[in-house]
């Protein structure tokens, strides 16, 4: 096994722990112990940033990686979660000022986002759950 490989693997495993524990009680616990909740908020937004670069990275070495075909999943959720980085975090932005775009309040963009993250996630599990790590 190569050292890049190993090194696509333990980002990976990384990255899709991160996802999942950043959705499932790293946000609630910022949302629920931060009495300020504008800072819990942008805590909890620097840390998706952070997650959106760790899964560009893992897809970077991913095409470089000889069959490169096979982790389409992994593709799927870096793109998802650039869409969520770099368009909504700004229609979100915006909505939260103006208190509303396009029709949808913040809250209605936060759900879009959400649901992104979530189908980020469930690609990244996907991924997991297909590969043959043998």
């Known amino acids: 096994m190569t050292p890049l490989r190993n090194a696509f693997r333990v980002l990976l495993v ?15 616990t910022l949302f629920n112990l931060q009495p300020d909740r504008h800072l819990a908020g942008i805590l ?17 070495i991913a095409l470089i990686l000889p069959g490169r075909s096979k982790f389409g999943w992994v593709y799927c959720a870096a793109a998802l979660l650039a869409v969520n980085e770099w368009l909504l975090k700004r229609l979100m932005g915006t909505a939260h000022a ?10 209605a ?10 189908m980020a996630c469930l690609a990244v ?3 997991v759950w297909k590969q043959d790590f043998r």
């Open 98 to 107: 103006r208190g509303t775009l396009y029709g949808l309040t913040f809250g």
């Open 125 to 127: 599990l996907l991924f």
């Open 44 to 60: 909890a937004a620097r840390l998706f940033s952070i997650e959106t670069y760790l899964g560009i990275a893992v897809a970077v």
């Open 109 to 118: 963009w936060h759900g879009v986002s959400a649901v992104i993250y979530v």
């Open 14 to 28: 990384l990255w899709a722990g991160s996802l999942w524990s950043l959705a499932a009680w790293v946000a609630w």
